[in-house]
Every structure is written in structure tokens, then in C-alpha cells.
């Protein structure tokens, strides 16, 4: 048996979990992943989990969440130019799903509403008959992430909370999206209306970073933030009838199968062509 297994589906596992899913336990691991003793984890976190360092801008290292939060050489992640595609946000594993009545409802997942994730059922309704990207990172993704288009964003609205796995097994446990810590903005743009964009913080994230938490016009493609050390999750929310996802992933999604995306790439266009 797994160790997440152990942990989501077994009593004595669920009761071991519950301090590791707490705030301090996260804080404290990021602290200690901001030591410089901590570099000593780079080389042996890289060749275990596939890293390819050439890809990556490495000075100024001084700690392990300085390499997690490594920038990737801009030419490896060109951004689509064409401003009718609904362009990719970060790295990562991408599933879509049709937003119904209020409800998610993932393949072999459970269930969340939008209320329930955005705390916000005035905003919530805005997105029925829409659709909800979730884009799952890995921790040997890129962990810096961009606008996925652009407009005008509100401040950011910080919802405090737990910090379970972001693994399959976990959301199959329970509505992790809605109980974990997140933070998200509200975004006006031209082509696909009032959307969402939130970051999910997920078990051994110390801390979510964006960098323009407070009111203002953003352009897509730029930085929005960054995850420090875990795996995390980027959730996009589009209104009905604003956008048309391709074939292919809504194919794959209502299959429970993730379709590996990365910055920049497009993951549909804009329903007023």
C-alpha cells in the first residue's frame, strides 16, 4: 500500500494526516527549504524527478525553493500569439470540465460547487453552463505561472484553509479544491468575459506568491506568481458561451485522463469566431 493510500484510505491514516495537512506544517517546511543548507537536495530532486537543469536560468541559487521557483530560458516556452486562443496559464496536467447547475464533477473525483470554491454564489452563478479548468503541477513542473489573458483584475481574495495532496488518490478522497488554502482574482477580459484565475495551494506549500495582488490592468502572458516547493493547482473559470475547448481535450477530460499542457500553448479559441 502507497503511502497516500495509507494516509486518504485508511482510519489510523486519516488520523495521521490531519496534523500534516495544517498550516504550520507547511510553513515550516518552506522555512526550512529557504535555508542555504537546503542546496544540498538540488542535484539529487533534479536527477529523481527528471529535470533537465539546462532548460533552467540558475544564478543566484542560495536554497532549495530558490531551484523549485527557477526561471525556464523564455525561449523554451514561446506564448501563443493569437489573441482569440485561450491561452495555457503554466505547466502542467490539464482536465476541463462542463460546469452544471453550480456543480463540478469530476470522473472517479469528487464533487465540488463553485460556490463552495469561490466563497463568493453571487460569482459562482456568473459561471454555470461554463467551463472549469484545472491545471495540476507536478513537482517537477515549472512552477511560475502567467495571465491567461488579459483585462482588467480585481485584488486578490485570499481563502485560508488546509493543504492536502493535489494527487488523484486525494481527490478522490474529497473536495480538496474547496478545502485547501487558495487565492484567485477576478479577471474582465475583452474575448472571453468576467473569468477566474486561482492558485490552490497544495501538502508541503509553504506559500503561494503573486505578484500584483491589488487592482489592475494585466496582460496575458505576463507573470502572475509562483509556488514555492509541492505540487500545486491553477484553476480557470470561463462563463458560458465564451469559449469553445478543443475536441480532443473535452475527449480526454470526460475520460479522466489529463492532457499535458505547458505555458503558452493554446487550449482552445474564443466562441464569438
Not at 503511502?3 to 486519516?14: I, M, Q, S, V
Not at 527549504?33 to 539529487?44: Q, W
Not at 481574495?157 to 495532496?165: K, L, R, S
Request: net charge neutral; hydrophobic share 35%; charged share 20%.
Amino acid at each position: 500500500m502507497s503511502t497516500l493510500n495509507f494516509l486518504y484510505n485508511t482510519k489510523l491514516g486519516r488520523i495521521l494526516l490531519r496534523p500534516l495537512i495544517l498550516k504550520p506544517v507547511s510553513d515550516f517546511s518552506g522555512w526550512l527549504l529557504d535555508r542555504k543548507i537546503s542546496k544540498c537536495i538540488i542535484k539529487p530532486f533534479a536527477n529523481s524527478n527528471n529535470i533537465q537543469l539546462s532548460d533552467y536560468i540558475l544564478d543566484d541559487i542560495n536554497c532549495f525553493n530558490d531551484f523549485f521557483c527557477r526561471r525556464i530560458k523564455p525561449e523554451l516556452r514561446p506564448l501563443d500569439t493569437d489573441e482569440s486562443h485561450l491561452m495555457t496559464p503554466c505547466d502542467g496536467l490539464l482536465k476541463v470540465y462542463p460546469i452544471k447547475d453550480g456543480l463540478v464533477i469530476p470522473v472517479k473525483q469528487s464533487k465540488f460547487t463553485i460556490a463552495d470554491l469561490l466563497e463568493d454564489k453571487e460569482l459562482a452563478a456568473s459561471f454555470d453552463g461554463g467551463y472549469c479548468l484545472v491545471y495540476r503541477l507536478c513537482v517537477n513542473h515549472y512552477h511560475r505561472y502567467s495571465y491567461f489573458e488579459t483585462g482588467e483584475k480585481s485584488k486578490d481574495v485570499v481563502i485560508p484553509g488546509f493543504y492536502h495532496t493535489v494527487q488523484p488518490i486525494a481527490l478522490e478522497a474529497g473536495p480538496v479544491f474547496v478545502q485547501n488554502a487558495r487565492q484567485y482574482t477576478v479577471i474582465d477580459t475583452v474575448k472571453f468575459g468576467r473569468c477566474v484565475q486561482m492558485e490552490v495551494g497544495a501538502m508541503l506549500v509553504g506559500r503561494i506568491v503573486n505578484e500584483e495582488p491589488q487592482h489592475s490592468s494585466v496582460l496575458r502572458g505576463s507573470e502572475k506568481g509562483h509556488f514555492e516547493y509541492g505540487g500545486s493547482t491553477i484553476i480557470v473559470l470561463i462563463p458560458a458561451n465564451k469559449a469553445n475547448i478543443y475536441s480532443e481535450i473535452l475527449a480526454s477530460s470526460s475520460e479522466g485522463i489529463e492532457t499535458s499542457v505547458t505555458l503558452g500553448q493554446s487550449v482552445g479559441a474564443s466562441s464569438s469566431l
